[in-house]
């Protein structure tokens, strides 16, 4: 009895450019793809979404993918221009904690007390930001929001199918909008810091005309850390309900349906 193998190399093949997008997102997905994850253990849930998703997508590629080596090959540079496009652009939104913890920052009067960020790979960043971003990434799971990356994995297949012309006009229009947004989001978010800092900052320049022989610098940097820590108290489950809300909406671009 002969067995017949000459199926493999097409499903190595489906397997292979699956993976290449697939591995692509993971690596700029947040959430999923933290460089704070252990480099294996993405690599493993790159892996493992590619098998689960293999009986559903392998449909949607060609049969003969192994007899044009180089037909392989520009398949596999579009899976892999597409996974960093669509996962770039999620990832962009992301900055958005980071920027409003930064502005957040100036105003409470530690612009100057950097931290390392363990939710962008351990770079120094505002105590704010880095706290935002954690605060961030704990919220993306305890929403289940994480489901919503793995449905962009699912739809991106759909609305990218594979073999298409990568559409990098729309691609670059999309970043560009979502750069703009990352900076309107984070001034809406910080903006009861900034108020806070204009009404601080303007009382002490009434104080300073009215006593100059105080030392409004050290009475005022005391005072303005602590109402800027209780502000971020106050209003942190705001914050947050308002980013992942938008958080949501930057997925939902990538979602079919």
Same mark, same amino acid.
């Not at 990568?166 to 703009?180: K, L, M, Q, R, S």
């Not at 705001?238 to 990538?254: C, I, P, R």
């Given at each position: 009895?002969?067995?017949?193998?000459?199926?493999?190399?097409? @499903?190595?093949?489906?397997?292979?450019?699956?993976?290449?997008?697939?591995?692509?997102?993971?690596?700029?997905?947040?959430?999923?793809?933290?460089?704070?994850?252990? *480099?294996?253990?993405?690599? *493993?849930?790159?892996?493992? @979404? *590619?098998? =689960?998703? !293999?009986?559903?997508?392998?449909?949607?590629?060609?049969?003969?993918?192994?007899?044009?080596?180089?037909?392989?090959?520009?398949?596999?540079?579009?899976?892999?221009? @597409?996974?960093?496009?669509?996962?770039?652009?999620?990832?962009?939104?992301?900055?958005?904690?980071?920027?409003?913890?930064?502005?957040?920052?100036?105003?409470?009067?530690?612009?100057?007390?950097?931290?390392?960020?363990?939710?962008?790979?351990?770079?120094?960043?505002?105590?704010?930001?880095?706290?935002?971003?954690?605060?961030?990434?704990?919220? =993306?799971?305890?929403?289940?929001?994480? !489901?919503?990356?793995?449905?962009?994995?699912?739809?991106?297949?759909?609305?990218?199918?594979?073999?298409?012309?990568?559409?990098?006009?729309?691609?670059?229009?999309?970043?560009?909008?979502? =750069?703009?947004?990352?900076?309107?989001?984070?001034?809406?978010?910080?903006?009861?810091? @900034?108020?806070?800092?204009?009404?601080? !900052?303007?009382?002490?320049?009434?104080?300073?005309?009215?006593?100059?022989?105080?030392?409004?610098?050290?009475?005022?940097?005391?005072?303005?850390?602590?109402?800027?820590?209780?502000?971020?108290?106050?209003?942190?489950?705001?914050?947050?309900?308002? !980013?992942?809300?938008?958080?949501?909406?930057?997925?939902?671009?990538?979602?079919?349906?």
């Amino acid at each position: 009895m002969t067995v017949q193998l000459d199926f493999l190399p097409q @499903i190595t093949a489906i397997f292979l450019l699956m993976f290449a997008r697939i591995g692509t997102l993971i690596m700029l997905m947040p959430a999923l793809g933290e460089t704070s994850i252990p *480099t294996r253990i993405r690599l *493993t849930i790159a892996l493992g @979404i *590619t098998l =689960v998703l !293999y009986p559903v997508i392998s449909g949607s590629y060609p049969a003969g993918l192994t007899d044009n080596p180089a037909r392989l090959l520009v398949f596999m540079g579009g899976e892999m221009i @597409i996974g960093f496009a669509v996962g770039l652009c999620i990832r962009l939104f992301t900055t958005t904690l980071q920027t409003a913890g930064v502005i957040m920052a100036n105003q409470s009067g530690l612009a100057f007390a950097f931290g390392a960020d363990l939710a962008n790979g351990g770079q120094q960043g505002t105590l704010f930001g880095n706290y935002l971003s954690m605060v961030g990434i704990a919220m =993306v799971f305890a929403t289940d929001s994480h !489901y919503l990356v793995i449905a962009a994995l699912h739809d991106s297949f759909t609305l990218f199918p594979p073999g298409e012309l990568v559409p990098v006009g729309d691609f670059v229009t999309n970043a560009t909008n979502t =750069v703009a947004e990352v900076f309107s989001i984070a001034l809406r978010m910080s903006a009861p810091f @900034i108020v806070m800092g204009l009404v601080f !900052y303007f009382g002490l320049g009434l104080l300073n005309k009215l006593m100059p022989q105080m030392q409004i610098f050290f009475i005022a940097m005391p005072v303005n850390i602590a109402i800027g820590f209780f502000l971020l108290m106050v209003l942190l489950s705001t914050l947050m309900a308002f !980013y992942l809300d938008h958080f949501e909406g930057a997925l939902g671009k990538f979602i079919a349906g």
